[in-house]
């Protein structure tokens, strides 16, 4: 094909800019690229279209030889080629219809690799004397803007020699510009100018060209195709007037002129403009107007009232977050403040900015030493906005205002509580520093001297005041807590004397406000000086806990106390502490103390294991503590009570979980022949007076067995799994209530680990097939082997056995016996319930990606089984009308995510509807879960039976006796007015009427429901402000 096809296909077109056109553009440029026709011989095919006198044609001519120009190789021009072409170009410039397709090919020669920088003065001069942007399209001006950018992204050395011309161009292309999008361009080719060419001689110029736009009220139109938002244009025109120096002497004075607009947006404006000019400007130049900024800026912080904050983070985002921005200015100016103090860079060089600093501490000294001024706050928190904008700064004014805030001695407790309150200010300052920004810490910190004043601060405000005092007393404990936080502030000594200040607290005060910020404060102790808490406070709790039930004034604070122990218990070494004396205490009280005390430390311990990092190891514990704690229990009368079993087996699965999994295998041989052989392993501590038999002894321990083998690796291998399965169900066939559970958990998770053997599965699934359907056998028998199967099939299901599904089968076959049915809903729910034994837990495995250790389950097993089971249900239902196949679907939904349920919304529906009116709170419960479901995912389905829904609701608000159901039936009623109008109207009245009886319902949440529901409803159909 002949390449002047494309370009007669281009010519003809009626858009430049379609697919055809752009593809004629690429073929051409193709053929350039490839030398099948050369740059002259594509410009001669153009031949007289280029000088056409027809615009349309002229235009489209020189519109196909700039895209051409804009997608060729820019290596493929030779320098020749492209100044010819900058000369056809300029010849052009002032032939109005091809304007801008004139602008966007010099654009593109610009660019080209052989570029001439010789021929920039003549297009820079072309540009000013025969371009002028007045009366032009914006999309022509803004092709005027590209061509000076296309210049300025050139060797910036070169360039310089063309400094005035450059100059002079953007102040000529710049004029008047009124486009948002052409404005963002413009203004980043002023700062661009302004940052790397000579501007003194057209400051004043280059400075009126752009502040002429400031301050910017900008608002998008809508469907505004390029996306320009407000703070686009601001945050680039802040950019344009921080850019150069000499914009210093206009830029300051016109804006501090406008700090006095009475529009907040002007002045928020005014203020980050500013911020950024001295952020930017040389320290020389800031130095000029310091004092002036200082006295125009100041009073906006001194007059206000500042809001409570604990920290000055807290305080800027407080106002950064607010909705006034009356109240924004605040951080701003604060900002302007950190950043005016940033300037003094060097002490050697800076100390004009030395001196300036002076000035403001004499100034607001009079303010700061007296905390009962009213404008204390405000001028502590500009001082501590400067101290933390650098090290400079923190070590020139720290030894100035520290002594200021610590020099008062009798103080009403209002001035005590503002004085602690300035001071933790000046703290932040610390923090920012040395713990956020990693400065280096000299021995001579300033802050250190004053290290006993904070101390004896702190001791006023805690021991010399009364307990009613909270507010103070809080006040004091939150810098107590800031002060442990600081990087290296305080030596091991004087953390705990502090400690021993907070300790005493906790243990005189019981105020709840109080104990709870104490508790706060422990967590920043026991992470900081871990120590500190184990040498002072550790001890007095554990001197307080009784030993046995004897003293009545000490075990009225037990609960108190252990509460504490489990508040305070936050590093590891507090922990690992803590746990080992609790243990010792246990051993202690499994002799001489109540029931109920053991069982509270135990449930201690329990909580404080799980505090136990996840990515922490245990070994130690598990081959120390944990033989302690197992002898202590299961060789005393103790190890009969369930509960400590249960918070025993927690703190063994935690301490096996995170144990080294190269030990799991000894743990799981050590845990078999222990509990089951009843021999003497390394598992307990010393040799059991009476030896334990799980399986026909003693039951009870299998609860901590089972919690064992639930945090086993599923990778560690079990020696004739099919064998010790059988002696499980042993066991089963005779156990208790309180062990029964934990058989039949440890059934399932012997299944789920390490039995493989489908030969062996298949022939126990013939046998429950064979005792359950027996309707000979007695209903109790036939019971315990459902147990046994269902507990067998979660395990196979869990991890997508391939003989899963005929246990699932065998299961569901059930709805057919008469006596087994009541059962089998419970036994669905127990397939999909999420149980504490099958738990994931993850480690680091190939290839960096964590994976399960402890548990097979496969992601999507629940929807498997609920797709399967579901439609059997739903006819099942349909058929009969018994309710059993509702309560097993109630059941089930419990654990189903809403995202499995969405698809099947259409067929379970009708049994939702139906089962509205049923007795069983379950079913209503679940059945009002799923009509949620249904209003926000399949609203049409819905909108067709509002006649049923709505008297439902109404009656199921106005007759339960359930709360939850209640709740919940009116939450479902709000939902549906997300229907169209025309649909509730008929409901309205009646539903407004039928509610009010629930206003006088005895629980305030059912209450206040009930009247956001009728409010909605009230609403509907009104006109909206």
């Given at each position: 094909?002949?390449?002047?096809?494309?370009?007669?296909?281009?010519?003809?077109?009626?858009?430049?800019?379609?697919?055809?056109?752009?593809?004629?553009?690429?073929?051409?440029?193709?053929?350039?690229?490839?030398?099948?026709?050369?740059?002259?011989?594509?410009?001669?095919?153009?031949?007289?279209?280029?000088?056409?006198?027809?615009?349309?044609?002229?235009?489209?001519?020189?519109?196909?030889?700039?895209?051409?120009?804009?997608?060729?190789?820019?290596?493929?021009?030779?320098?020749?080629?492209?100044?010819?072409?900058?000369?056809?170009?300029?010849?052009?410039?002032?032939?109005?219809?091809?304007?801008?397709?004139?602008?966007?090919?010099?654009?593109?020669?610009?660019?080209?690799?052989?570029?001439?920088?010789?021929?920039?003065?003549?297009?820079?001069?072309?540009?000013?004397?025969?371009?002028?942007?007045?009366?032009?399209?914006?999309?022509?001006?803004?092709?005027?803007?590209?061509?000076?950018?296309?210049?300025?992204?050139?060797?910036?050395?070169?360039?310089?020699?063309?400094?005035?011309?450059?100059?002079?161009?953007?102040?000529?292309?710049?004029?008047?510009?009124?486009?948002?999008?052409?404005?963002?361009?413009?203004?980043?080719?002023?700062?661009?100018?302004?940052?790397?060419?000579?501007?003194?001689?057209?400051?004043?110029?280059?400075?009126?060209?752009?502040?002429?736009?400031?301050?910017?009220?900008?608002?998008?139109?809508?469907?505004?195709?390029?996306?320009?938002?407000?703070?686009?244009?601001?945050?680039?025109?802040?950019?344009?007037?921080?850019?150069?120096?000499?914009?210093?002497?206009?830029?300051?004075?016109?804006?501090?002129?406008?700090?006095?607009?009475?529009?907040?947006?002007?002045?928020?404006?005014?203020?980050?403009?500013?911020?950024?000019?001295?952020?930017?400007?040389?320290?020389?130049?800031?130095?000029?107007y310091w004092i002036t900024l200082w006295n125009s800026l100041k009073f906006e912080i001194l007059h206000n009232e500042l809001a409570s904050a604990e920290t000055l983070e807290d305080l800027l985002k407080y106002y950064e977050n607010s909705e006034n921005e009356d109240e924004r200015v605040i951080p701003?100016?604060?900002?302007?403040?950190?950043?005016?103090?940033?300037?003094?860079?060097?002490?050697?060089?800076?100390?004009?900015?030395?001196?300036?600093?002076?000035?403001?501490?004499?100034?607001?000294?009079?303010?700061?030493?007296?905390?009962?001024?009213?404008?204390?706050?405000?001028?502590?928190?500009?001082?501590?906005?400067?101290?933390?904008?650098?090290?400079?700064?923190?070590?020139?004014?720290?030894?100035?205002?520290?002594?200021?805030?610590?020099?008062?001695?009798?103080?009403?407790?209002?001035?005590?509580?503002?004085?602690?309150?300035?001071?933790?200010?000046?703290?932040?300052?610390?923090?920012?520093?040395?713990?956020?920004?990693?400065?280096?810490?000299?021995?001579?910190?300033?802050?250190?001297?004053?290290?006993?004043?904070?101390?004896?601060?702190?001791?006023?405000?805690?021991?010399?005041?009364?307990?009613?005092?909270?507010?103070?007393?809080?006040?004091?404990?939150?810098?107590?807590?800031?002060?442990?936080?600081?990087?290296?502030?305080?030596?091991?000594?004087?953390?705990?004397?502090?400690?021993?200040?907070?300790?005493?607290?906790?243990?005189?005060?019981?105020?709840?406000?109080?104990?709870?910020?104490?508790?706060?404060?422990?967590?920043?102790?026991?992470?900081?000086?871990?120590?500190?808490?184990?040498?002072?406070?550790?001890?007095?709790?554990?001197?307080?806990?009784?030993?046995?039930?004897?003293?009545?004034?000490?075990?009225?604070?037990?609960?108190?106390?252990?509460?504490?122990?489990?508040?305070?218990?936050?590093?590891?070494?507090?922990?690992?502490?803590?746990?080992?004396?609790?243990?010792?205490?246990?051993?202690?009280?499994?002799?001489?103390?109540?029931?109920?005390?053991?069982?509270?430390?135990?449930?201690?311990?329990?909580?404080?294991?799980?505090?136990?990092?996840?990515?922490?190891?245990?070994?130690?514990?598990?081959?120390?503590?944990?033989?302690?704690?197992?002898?202590?229990?299961?060789?005393?009368?103790?190890?009969?009570?369930?509960?400590?079993?249960?918070?025993?087996?927690?703190?063994?699965?935690?301490?096996?979980?995170?144990?080294?999994?190269?030990?799991?295998?000894?743990?799981?041989?050590?845990?078999?022949?222990?509990?089951?052989?009843?021999?003497?392993?390394?598992?307990?501590?010393?040799?059991?007076?009476?030896?334990?038999?799980?399986?026909?002894?003693?039951?009870?321990?299998?609860?901590?067995?089972?919690?064992?083998?639930?945090?086993?690796?599923?990778?560690?291998?079990?020696?004739?799994?099919?064998?010790?399965?059988?002696?499980?169900?042993?066991?089963?066939?005779?156990?208790?209530?309180?062990?029964?559970?934990?058989?039949?958990?440890?059934?399932?998770?012997?299944?789920?680990?390490?039995?493989?053997?489908?030969?062996?599965?298949?022939?126990?699934?013939?046998?429950?097939?064979?005792?359950?359907?027996?309707?000979?056998?007695?209903?109790?028998?036939?019971?315990?082997?459902?147990?046994?199967?269902?507990?067998?099939?979660?395990?196979?299901?869990?991890k997508q056995d391939t003989i899963a599904q005929e246990y699932q089968d065998l299961l569901v076959s059930l709805f057919d016996d008469d006596q087994l049915i009541v059962f089998v809903p419970k036994m669905l729910e127990i397939l999909v319930a999420d149980v504490d034994c099958y738990q994931q837990y993850?480690?680091?495995?190939?290839?960096?990606?964590?994976?399960?250790?402890?548990?097979?389950?496969?992601?999507l097993y629940k929807q498997k089984l609920f797709n399967t089971v579901l439609p059997l249900l739903v006819s099942k239902f349909e058929s009969s009308g018994n309710q059993t196949y509702l309560l097993a679907l109630s059941l089930m939904l419990r654990y189903i995510d809403k995202s499995i349920v969405v698809?099947?919304?259409?067929?379970?529906?009708?049994?939702?509807?139906?089962?509205?009116?049923?007795?069983?709170?379950?079913?209503?419960?679940?059945?009002?879960?799923?009509?949620?479901?249904?209003?926000?995912?399949?609203?049409?389905?819905?909108?067709?039976?509002?006649?049923?829904?709505?008297?439902?609701?109404?009656?199921?608000?106005?007759?339960?006796?359930?709360?939850?159901?209640?709740?919940?039936?009116?939450?479902?009623?709000?939902?549906?007015?997300?229907?169209?109008?025309?649909?509730?109207?008929?409901?309205?009245?009646?539903?407004?009427?039928?509610?009010?009886?629930?206003?006088?319902?005895?629980?305030?949440?059912?209450?206040?429901?009930?009247?956001?529901?009728?409010?909605?409803?009230?609403?509907?159909?009104?006109?909206?402000?």
């Amino acid at each position: 094909m002949s390449f002047k096809t494309p370009i007669n296909q281009f010519m003809v077109a009626d858009n430049t800019n379609s697919a055809t056109c752009q593809e004629a553009v690429l073929e051409i440029c193709d053929a350039i690229e490839t030398n099948k026709i050369t740059l002259l011989e594509f410009i001669r095919s153009l031949g007289d279209h280029l000088t056409d006198d027809s615009n349309s044609i002229r235009t489209k001519a020189v519109t196909l030889l700039s895209s051409v120009l804009g997608q060729v190789s820019r290596k493929k021009l030779y320098q020749n080629d492209v100044r010819v072409l900058v000369g056809f170009y300029i010849s052009k410039i002032d032939d109005e219809p091809c304007l801008k397709q004139v602008l966007v090919g010099l654009g593109h020669l610009v660019l080209m690799d052989q570029f001439d920088y010789e021929l920039v003065p003549t297009i820079l001069d072309s540009l000013i004397e025969n371009y002028s942007p007045l009366g032009k399209l914006a999309t022509v001006r803004y092709s005027g803007f590209q061509l000076l950018e296309s210049i300025l992204s050139k060797d910036i050395d070169i360039m310089h020699q063309f400094n005035n011309q450059i100059v002079k161009a953007y102040l000529h292309v710049s004029k008047n510009e009124k486009d948002p999008k052409n404005l963002i361009l413009s203004f980043k080719l002023s700062s661009t100018v302004a940052k790397r060419f000579q501007i003194d001689e057209f400051a004043e110029d280059m400075f009126d060209a752009v502040f002429c736009y400031f301050p910017i009220s900008f608002r998008a139109p809508e469907n505004d195709p390029y996306k320009i938002t407000p703070d686009q244009l601001k945050q680039a025109l802040r950019n344009c007037l921080s850019a150069n120096e000499v914009y210093a002497k206009d830029a300051f004075p016109n804006l501090l002129e406008k700090l006095s607009a009475t529009s907040p947006t002007v002045k928020l404006d005014v203020l980050l403009t500013i911020n950024q000019c001295i952020k930017e400007y040389p320290t020389q130049t800031v130095e000029e107007y310091w004092i002036t900024l200082w006295n125009s800026l100041k009073f906006e912080i001194l007059h206000n009232e500042l809001a409570s904050a604990e920290t000055l983070e807290d305080l800027l985002k407080y106002y950064e977050n607010s909705e006034n921005e009356d109240e924004r200015v605040i951080p701003a100016v604060l900002k302007i403040f950190q950043s005016l103090g940033n300037k003094y860079q060097s002490v050697e060089d800076d100390l004009n900015i030395k001196d300036y600093l002076a000035v403001i501490v004499d100034e607001l000294s009079k303010y700061v030493k007296n905390p009962e001024d009213k404008k204390s706050k405000q001028s502590t928190v500009i001082l501590a906005a400067m101290c933390g904008s650098n090290l400079n700064v923190f070590n020139l004014l720290i030894p100035q205002i520290m002594p200021l805030l610590l020099q008062s001695q009798d103080l009403t407790v209002q001035a005590q509580r503002q004085s602690i309150t300035n001071v933790s200010f000046m703290l932040d300052t610390y923090y920012l520093l040395f713990n956020e920004n990693l400065e280096n810490i000299h021995p001579n910190n300033p802050m250190f001297s004053y290290k006993d004043d904070l101390l004896m601060l702190l001791n006023r405000a805690l021991l010399s005041t009364s307990k009613v005092e909270v507010s103070l007393r809080c006040l004091a404990i939150k810098m107590a807590a800031k002060i442990f936080s600081l990087n290296f502030f305080l030596s091991d000594q004087e953390a705990q004397l502090l400690t021993q200040l907070i300790t005493d607290v906790l243990l005189e005060d019981e105020n709840n406000a109080t104990e709870k910020q104490i508790m706060q404060c422990f967590k920043s102790i026991s992470t900081s000086y871990p120590n500190a808490v184990l040498e002072i406070t550790v001890p007095k709790l554990f001197a307080l806990l009784p030993d046995d039930d004897n003293d009545l004034d000490q075990l009225n604070t037990k609960g108190r106390i252990l509460d504490i122990i489990l508040s305070i218990s936050e590093s590891r070494s507090v922990i690992d502490s803590v746990l080992l004396r609790l243990t010792g205490k246990a051993e202690l009280l499994i002799h001489s103390a109540s029931k109920d005390y053991t069982r509270l430390v135990f449930s201690t311990m329990s909580k404080i294991a799980d505090k136990i990092g996840s990515t922490e190891s245990t070994t130690e514990n598990t081959k120390k503590l944990a033989p302690r704690l197992l002898y202590a229990v299961l060789e005393n009368e103790i190890g009969s009570d369930e509960v400590v079993l249960e918070y025993t087996g927690k703190i063994l699965k935690k301490f096996v979980l995170q144990t080294d999994t190269a030990r799991h295998s000894s743990i799981l041989e050590n845990s078999i022949e222990s509990f089951i052989n009843g021999k003497d392993t390394e598992l307990i501590a010393k040799p059991l007076t009476k030896k334990l038999d799980i399986i026909t002894g003693n039951q009870l321990p299998f609860i901590i067995f089972t919690k064992i083998i639930s945090a086993i690796d599923k990778s560690v291998p079990l020696a004739l799994p099919a064998k010790f399965l059988e002696t499980l169900f042993q066991a089963a066939a005779s156990t208790v209530k309180y062990s029964k559970l934990s058989v039949l958990q440890c059934i399932s998770l012997v299944v789920n680990k390490w039995v493989s053997d489908n030969e062996y599965l298949a022939s126990k699934l013939a046998e429950f097939d064979a005792t359950l359907h027996d309707t000979t056998k007695p209903l109790e028998q036939r019971c315990s082997s459902l147990e046994v199967f269902v507990w067998i099939a979660k395990a196979l299901i869990m991890k997508q056995d391939t003989i899963a599904q005929e246990y699932q089968d065998l299961l569901v076959s059930l709805f057919d016996d008469d006596q087994l049915i009541v059962f089998v809903p419970k036994m669905l729910e127990i397939l999909v319930a999420d149980v504490d034994c099958y738990q994931q837990y993850k480690k680091q495995g190939p290839f960096n990606r964590t994976v399960v250790f402890n548990v097979n389950v496969r992601l999507l097993y629940k929807q498997k089984l609920f797709n399967t089971v579901l439609p059997l249900l739903v006819s099942k239902f349909e058929s009969s009308g018994n309710q059993t196949y509702l309560l097993a679907l109630s059941l089930m939904l419990r654990y189903i995510d809403k995202s499995i349920v969405v698809p099947h919304v259409k067929l379970i529906l009708p049994l939702v509807l139906r089962s509205l009116n049923t007795e069983s709170n379950v079913i209503v419960t679940s059945a009002l879960s799923i009509l949620t479901i249904a209003v926000d995912e399949s609203g049409d389905l819905v909108s067709q039976h509002l006649s049923t829904v709505i008297p439902n609701l109404l009656e199921i608000i106005n007759t339960s006796k359930n709360e939850t159901v209640k709740r919940n039936a009116l939450n479902c009623l709000i939902s549906l007015t997300h229907f169209d109008l025309y649909l509730l109207v008929p409901y309205k009245q009646e539903i407004i009427s039928r509610l009010s009886k629930v206003l006088d319902d005895p629980k305030r949440a059912t209450r206040r429901l009930a009247c956001d529901c009728r409010q909605v409803y009230y609403e509907l159909g009104l006109p909206q402000n």
